[in-house]
């Protein structure tokens, strides 16, 4: 059967003739040779062009990238060799290298070499480290030299084409080629070399047509490839697939199998004539110009054939060679995301180039897939246990497996590798998935068939890209491009449903899984496994996240594309590789997955008796898991994270320990939630403390009036003023009658002109100190203007008040008071009297005489210069009547409801 192989347009950008193609080694970058005397580098990730140099007026027919000098080298038609920094686009160097056309140019892997082959029939060696000094001429073929290709598997030799139909293999230092292969018709144009295993080959492509397979060792003729209908202008052997390609003038790029040499597949992208090939070592990328641009395509997958049982027995390829190793007996595991030294062990080589391996459930059998073949073997010493041909294969939950032969054929074989059963299926399957279910995809749907009576148990209408099943089987993960599902699976319905003996119909067991799923999330999955009910997967933005219970946590992120292998429970760490069976680890407590597990099936018994061996540094991650399965009791005592348990007590109303959460982190925002809450709940003592330590002066304010304290609040008039809050520490004191004070407050914040009109209205015994400070103030700016300030006793005429205010203000604070709530209708029925009648009389304000409750207790006296509330404009205004100064109508009952508001406010 044929080789299966997935290829994915990456890039397509058009431009005049491409001679040549070249990838970086590194980074995602394509370097383009143009006929029209142009190179260009594009980010073929990014499908942009970063970088365009104008080499020369004629054709330039070679060029490559130099990674280790962040140079790029070109060969062009005035028969010079141009070197550039891709960097800074700034040209290096230029010399004259050959007589006639340059046709190919090849780095030396790791010396300061650089080969060129011309139209001149020389071939010619250059040492940069040496000033470009040309260190060898090879003079040997007859006709143009076409190309020249370094060895990979031995760097002192290379290989030439030339059209004088001869392929000759060179070694640096000898003049004479060590060998000369023929066998072509006519001239040919291209050479390569085999990178993978032991085979010594080297393969051509000639204008005769023909591709030829050459055993360098044997000096012979290996293979034939005839299809082409034009002159072959490119070759190469795939450095990771067991594929080559090859390009024609006819407009085709065809793929052969490397090891039957049978043509695999034909790609035309309607550019016309190809001119050039290039690959990257440990990529399945390929570039390709042509007479009207350049593709990118990616060959099949580049997850590695690689597969770890649930001891830890680790298998994987490397090509066609099959090799083995143990996570289990590693004893220095290193870091997080580190790589993991592993013992290996040679196993042999396969009869199949591997795409995939996979354990069975149980780890004693492994198959080999790939060729559409499929070899099962036995693990421990890799021998042949069965095989067959197959489109796809899987296992099932009792070492069971299934083929998918055709799309209307599916066969399931039983653990002695008989074939048991076959599905019945009326639509074309697409895939099938293992799993406690055998998943099948159709169209557009996902189909579940019972892996015993092969009947159906449920489907569903998404196109699938892969199936997870939990351990315990009462979950299922389906994964689609952009967003994976978990869906509750029912085992016992659809266990009676078959018990039953009734026949199930086409649309399954009703109830075999829940109607909404457990989680959808948007996110691309690429490999993925549960261990308990957690879902662990790597994404295609390279993040390493689980989910369960609803929550996502990134247990990393990624520096490179990495694959899931499985999670050891004796290491309590997660195993990763990267496509070159690099191993990586990550610690993942195992006693965390557990009481996760049994937390999610309600198992609180437990899940108690595992926290104990929960790492103190994961409490906190088991703690927001918690919260989230709605348990915040439990996270509470779980958590050790102090502003974590802070926000759970404040949701709980939790109040003593939220208050020692604060005073650990004492952060002015934790003390105003604190505050705020404790408000709404009437914990007045808590929200006043919490006000001090977040200095909220509003609201520590609007407490104590609404309380009464005059003690806090003289405590809260000297806080806010230390504090610069003037305001708040002007009304604090006006509240209480300090009068004299709010002068000196208004004062030192240089408000003097406010000071002197507060004082002639609430404290006339301050009118002379207060006016002096402002006309001083004033006659800096205008002396005219300080001189228009008139002082009450040099124009006693001006204010006949006075000696009444004064004496108003002596008496108010002889007998001032702050009195309790209760007294408030005594209080204003004594103010229904005017302040000079109750001067007159001499009488103790009527608050004396008032129930006084137990608290709280009244303030003491105020000093003499300190006036009460009472003491407003009103009250004088009312005086100056008495004493001649307005009209002798008495306060009609709107006035006395103004000041009674006023008052009461």
């Known amino acids: 059967m044929p080789l299966r192989l997935d290829i994915k347009r990456q890039l397509l950008c058009r431009s005049d003739r491409v001679k040549c193609v070249d990838l970086h ?4 970058w394509m370097l383009t040779a143009l006929y029209n005397g142009h190179v260009q580098m594009w980010n073929y990730e990014t499908s942009t062009m970063i970088r365009s140099f104008e080499v020369h007026d004629l054709p330039v027919r070679a060029a490559r990238f130099v990674q280790r000098k962040n140079w790029i080298v070109c060969g062009s038609d005035d028969n010079h060799i141009r070197v550039f920094n891709y960097n800074t686009q700034e040209k290096v160097h230029t010399f004259e290298a050959h007589g006639d056309y340059i046709r190919c140019i090849a780095i030396h892997p790791s010396q300061p070499f650089v080969l060129s ?9 250059w040492n940069w480290d040496k000033g470009w000094e040309c260190t060898q001429v090879l003079e040997g073929h007859t006709h143009y030299v076409m190309c020249v290709v370094f060895n990979p598997k031995d760097t002192n030799t290379f290989a030439s084409a030339s059209l004088d139909q001869t392929i000759k293999v060179w070694q640096i230092g000898s003049a004479q080629p060590n060998f000369t292969l023929t066998g072509h018709t006519k001239g040919v144009n291209v050479v390569d070399y085999f990178h993978g295993g032991e085979k010594p080959y080297i393969i051509s492509g000639a204008d005769d047509r023909l591709v030829k397979i050459w055993d360098y060792q044997n000096k012979s003729c290996v293979q034939t490839l005839e299809g082409h209908t034009q002159n072959v202008c490119s070759v190469c052997f795939h450095p990771e697939l067991p594929i080559i390609l090859t390009g024609s003038e006819d407009g085709t790029v065809r793929v052969w199998n490397s090891n039957t040499y049978r043509q695999e597949n034909t790609l035309n992208y309607g550019l016309e004539r190809v001119w050039s090939m290039a690959y990257r070592k440990g990529s399945n990328n390929i570039a390709i110009g042509y007479d009207e641009g350049t593709i990118m395509i990616k060959l099949g997958r580049e997850e590695p054939a690689v597969s770890m049982d649930s001891s830890g027995k680790l298998i994987w390829s490397k090509h066609n060679e099959i090799q083995q190793s143990n996570l289990s007996k590693v004893t220095d595991m290193p870091k997080d995301g580190e790589p993991i030294v592993l013992p290996t062990k040679d ?46 294969f899987v296992w099932g939950p009792a070492s069971e497996y299934a083929i998918r032969e055709s799309s209307k054929k599916i066969r399931i074989f039983s653990k002695d590798f008989k074939e048991r059963a076959q599905v019945p299926i009326d639509f074309s399957a697409e895939g099938i998935f293992s799993g406690n279910l055998l998943g099948v995809r159709g169209s557009g749907s ?44 029912n085992a016992d319905v659809v266990a009676t449903a078959l018990a039953s003996g009734e026949p199930i119909g086409d649309e399954g067991v009703d109830g075999a899984i829940d109607e909404e799923p457990l989680g959808e999330i948007e996110d691309d999955i690429k490999t993925a496994l549960w261990v308990g009910d957690c879902f662990i997967y790597t994404t295609t933005t390279n993040r390493l996240n689980y989910f369960v219970g609803g929550e996502i946590v990134t247990i990393a992120h990624l520096d490179r594309p990495l694959y899931l292998l499985g999670y050891l429970g004796s290491t309590g760490r997660l195993y990763l590789c990267d496509k070159d069976i690099n191993v990586v680890s990550y610690q993942l407590q195992q006693s965390v997955l557990e009481y996760q597990t049994a937390v999610m099936r309600g198992d609180l018994e437990s899940a108690d008796a595992v926290l104990p061996t929960i790492p103190t540094a994961m409490r906190t991650r088991v703690a927001h898991f918690l919260e989230k ?11 050790i994270d102090v502003e974590h348990r802070f926000e759970l007590a404040l949701s709980m109303q939790r109040l003593d320990v939220a208050m020692e959460c604060a005073t650990t982190i004492d952060a002015v925002e934790k003390w105003k939630q604190l505050g705020e809450v404790a408000m709404r709940l009437c914990k007045f003592d808590l929200a006043e403390t919490c006000m001090e330590h977040a200095k909220d002066y509003a609201g520590l304010l609007l407490l104590c009036t609404a309380s009464g304290k005059d003690d806090r609040l003289a405590t809260l008039a000297k806080a806010s003023g230390d504090d610069e809050k003037t305001n708040i520490a002007f009304v604090s004191l006006l509240l209480r009658g300090k009068v004299s004070e709010c002068v000196d407050l208004l004062v030192e914040t240089n408000r003097i002109p406010e000071a002197a009109l507060f004082a002639r209205s609430y404290c006339p015994s301050r009118i002379a100190d207060v006016l002096a400070a402002w006309k001083e103030d004033a006659g800096k700016i205008n002396e005219k203007a ?15 008040e006075l000696p009444f205010t004064l004496a108003a203000e002596k008496h108010v604070a002889a007998t001032a008071t702050l009195p309790p709530a209760a007294s408030y209708r005594a209080v204003m029925a004594e103010r229904e009297t005017p302040l000079a009648e109750r001067m007159s009389a001499g009488d103790a304000p009527a608050v004396a005489a008032a129930e006084t409750p137990a608290s709280p207790s009244p303030a003491p006296a105020a000093d003499e210069d300190e006036a009460d509330l009472e003491l407003d404009d009103d009250d004088l205004g009312e005086d100056d009547d008495d004493l001649g100064g307005g009209d002798d109508d008495e306060v009609d009952e709107a006035e006395l409801d103004e000041l009674l508001d006023a008052d009461e406010a």
């Open 629 to 639: 399965q709605g348990f915040p009791e439990q996270a509470l005592v779980v958590s």
């Open 446 to 489: 996902l189909n579940f068939f019972d892996w015993e009576s092969c009947q159906p148990i449920f489907w569903i209408e998404m196109d699938a890209t892969n199936v997870y099943w939990s351990d315990a089987g009462d979950q299922v993960a389906i994964a689609t491009e952009d967003r994976y599902f978990i869906l509750k699976y």
């Open 786 to 800: 300080a001189r228009m300030l008139a002082d009450p006793e040099e124009y006693a005429n001006l204010f006949p």
């Open 347 to 392: 196993m042999g080589s396969c009869e199949i180039y591997p795409q995939s391996l996979n354990h069975n459930p149980n780890g004693r059998f492994v198959v080999v897939c790939g060729d559409g073949e499929y070899i099962i073997h036995t693990a421990l010493n890799f021998r042949n246990k069965s095989f067959g041909q197959a489109h796809e």
């Open 117 to 125: 082959c011309s139209d001149d029939m020389q071939i010619k060696l």
């Open 25 to 28: 080694p590194i980074e995602p």
